[in-house]
């Protein structure tokens, strides 16, 4: 770039006296477009002794991130492939889309978690999707993400990374069941830009109601959130929407207070894995609190209506889905082995069998039947169990000397990945919580519901937020909300 | 909503003992349309005696937002119409961009200005734009604004308000000066959604710089950052930039901190506005840390490349533009009394003569030629303190029984508008600002720079700061900055 280099050429001294006397006659005029000129486009295989063990992640999610965060990076070069540059802390989310907490209280940038990957020569994080695996030549096929408007001129830009280890956490992506018009109408609530969906449309649909000549039915349709799934993210969600109405519409929307309305649709129980009094106290507040529990099977989505197996037919305006989740779709397409349920299958240690040097771990990862263990409940808990005993086990086979590709073929591996619930934690709105420390659905254990649970529940959360900031940013919100209400600036 | 009843009728005891034993089969299966029946789609005229008079507010930038916090209103309902239910706090925007500030910190919602827009029966706030005014009915025409990709399905809906006192505070429209390409591919810093775009543009390029394969001079081009205009808004940003990108990039992208650079191209003077030795001071401020400062004049804006009028052409990756503000289309349409300029033509109350109960605030408006008075600049400042004499009067009006439609024909107005220029502020970033507190370009007075002034600004734009949540906010931002430095996630 002539123009850049002329441009410091000139003496400061000069330029501080008047920097307008220079005319940048000196810019360059040839054409500025990305081309390699037939260069090799990618990171080429380290050369073991030369340079340290690439461990390639795809994904950065609970998983992926857990992983990033323990992995020793004086045996490795850590390099991350994801279209997103930060760790969603999922069981906050809900939280943001009424505003109790801002959005980036709960989002934690990748360079923060592991502050090699902004500045370690050998180490980067890629904006990019994977497109392809190429396990026998130990490399990734990836392509840039420009999701904005603002970029739509920048074509993908695709790229091959070698990799040493490949860490697949992709996770799955929310299920539908093939139900027509959720894509279009529905909205879920796995990233924060869902979460900043739900919330610009809760603030267009209360303003929407108050226009002078919208019909009292239409002002109900509008005013009507319908969350469909039982499961804790749903329960939640409905919770902190009864929250923000109780206190924050009534207040700041009075003129339309008496529309709004919390429906919460579920086909079976709602919080199936907790205990079953936790199951009634928390049916008890979300009904306590004004929220309509329904059991019905969705059928078909319409732009303004639900309709249910039984014909019936639910006029809403903010319909949020959270039925749980499957296999993305790259993963099915992957050929590769697989578990029950259509997850890659692992063996006891993660690795993907028959690929060397691979593995999967969080919800995209499933145990093979092979291994007689159960597949594990997609939970953050399970993700962030994994991707901790992955790093850990990295560290094993980097300091055993197998960190390079083809390298870990003798190399013992230690303990098998054993998970052990930690018990579940749901809030129910209004400073209540349950808390449900059985080991599994079955067993006998702790149960709380409450206001402790709520304490619990909140305590645990900020412990487990990754960086003092959000923590500190968490907290701050929490106080704020308690003292001025939620914020309600559509912006 | 046949439904809804029928859900209600259930007894709670019965709900809270198995909610699931209810089977909604009494969902109304009519349609929910937006259908007014033939009924008047508005708000009537007030009626004196029974109802309090209304004003309209069109706009909710400092001149109608600083309006409606200062009328009574036990003598006025507050109808505010505008595309936006926030305030900007605009001399902080330029912070959130480089994430010095959260864009929460600088949205003011509305009804924390006016609290009874929230809960008057007679106030309220539409999501809406004006769309014609009727001043012989004393009416305006509004039309719904929903401009989310979630709401495409919402067909705008239009209705009628009338008013007693209409106060137009539309505000201005960044100009282009008709250059080719400027709305295509520039951004401009007015809004809240710039500011995030601006956010969303940097970080993407700063990621996608890093891509392997990527040309150096590509690199070059994504990560050259290139603002025009060299006011205030223009120079507080290069500041920022230039800020985030010493404190931060060079920590937290240093693969591509070589790449990075700032370029302010003006076509004449730097913040003209300002003390000659202000201005010198400026500009070695921000030669200094790192910024290009140009003088070119732009003839076209092309997807990749400036082209100045010299024929000189300059890739950018992110182009920003403040070169200023003009009249919007709608207030050049309407047909109104205008001001040298093309403003809305007030008289000395900031009336709009001629036509009866119409005033003009902000940067939509203008004194007439024959009032001898000069257009004032285009200032927060100006609009704040029109908006507080309006207010004034408005009140004054009101207690004399003037508030109803043509009711304050014989009423004694006070004092005219007078416009007393406090002095201007810019910060130039890495803790210094310049303080020029002359009235006027030629008058005397004290001026300052440096890091005094720097705090001067930092703790005068906090005291203005309209609600304590967010002036709680801005100093903890401020404080988190400083102490974890910028948040680079990008949501």
Chains 1, 2 share one sequence.
């Not at 992957?334 to 593995?359: A, C, N, Q, Y």
């Amino acid at each position: 770039m002539a123009w850049l280099r002329a441009l410091a050429r000139f003496p400061r001294s000069s330029v501080i006296k008047d920097p307008f006397s220079i005319q940048p006659l000196s810019f360059s005029t040839s054409p500025a477009q990305p081309t390699v000129a037939g260069r090799f486009a990618g990171l080429r295989p380290t050369v073991p002794g030369k340079e340290k063990p690439r461990v390639v992640v795809l994904g950065s999610g609970w998983a992926g991130c857990r992983m990033m965060k323990s992995i020793d990076t004086n045996l490795y070069d850590v390099v991350c492939v994801s279209p997103r540059n930060h760790m969603v802390f999922t069981p906050l989310l809900a939280s943001t889309c009424v505003g109790t907490l801002e959005f980036r209280s709960v989002a934690e940038p990748i360079g923060r978690i592991q502050p090699a990957i902004s500045h370690a020569p050998g180490s980067y994080f890629f904006l990019s999707r994977c497109t392809a695996l190429g396990p026998e030549s130990h490399t990734v096929q990836c392509e840039t993400v420009t999701d904005d408007a603002s970029s739509a001129s920048l074509e993908p830009w695709k790229f091959q990374v070698s990799y040493d280890k490949l860490v697949i956490a992709l996770g799955a992506e929310a299920s539908t069941f093939g139900i027509h018009g959720v894509e279009e109408h529905a909205i879920f609530l796995r990233e924060v830009h869902h979460a900043q969906e739900i919330r610009r449309k809760l603030l267009l649909n209360l303003m929407l109601s108050d226009v002078p000549g919208i019909s009292e039915e239409e002002k109900r349709r509008l005013l009507h959130c319908v969350v469909i799934g039982g499961g804790p993210t749903g329960v939640e969600f409905s919770g902190e929407l009864s929250d923000f109405i109780i206190s924050d519409v009534h207040d700041r929307y009075a003129h339309v207070k008496e529309y709004i309305h919390v429906t919460l649709i579920e086909a079976n129980e709602i919080l199936s894995s907790f205990d079953v009094r936790l199951r009634q106290y928390a049916m008890k507040q979300l009904t306590k609190s004004g929220v309509r529990l329904v059991r019905g099977v969705v059928k078909d989505v319409q732009p303004e209506n639900i309709i249910l197996s039984d014909g019936t037919k639910v006029p809403y305006g903010l319909l949020v889905w959270s039925t749980g989740v499957g296999p993305s779709s790259f993963t099915r397409s992957m050929e590769l082995p697989k578990s029950p349920g259509g997850r890659i299958g692992v063996d006891e240690w993660l690795r993907v069998p028959s690929i060397p040097d691979v593995f999967a771990i969080g919800d995209c990862s499933g145990f093979l039947e092979s291994t007689e263990k159960a597949v594990l409940p997609a939970l953050a808990q399970v993700a962030e169990r994994q991707g901790k005993y992955l790093a850990r086990l990295m560290n094993r086979i980097g300091k055993a000397g197998g960190g390079h590709a083809n390298k870990a073929t003798n190399i013992d591996l230690g303990d098998q990945f054993v998970y052990k619930h930690l018990g579940s934690m749901a809030t129910v709105g209004r400073y209540k919580a349950l808390v449900d420390l059985r080991q599994s659905k079955e067993a006998k254990g702790l149960t709380l519901a409450g206001f402790v649970s709520w304490f619990i529940w909140r305590s645990a959360y900020l412990t487990r937020v990754v960086s003092w900031r959000n923590r500190f940013y968490v907290a701050i919100n929490w106080l704020t909300t308690f003292i001025f209400g939620r914020d309600i600036s559509r912006i």
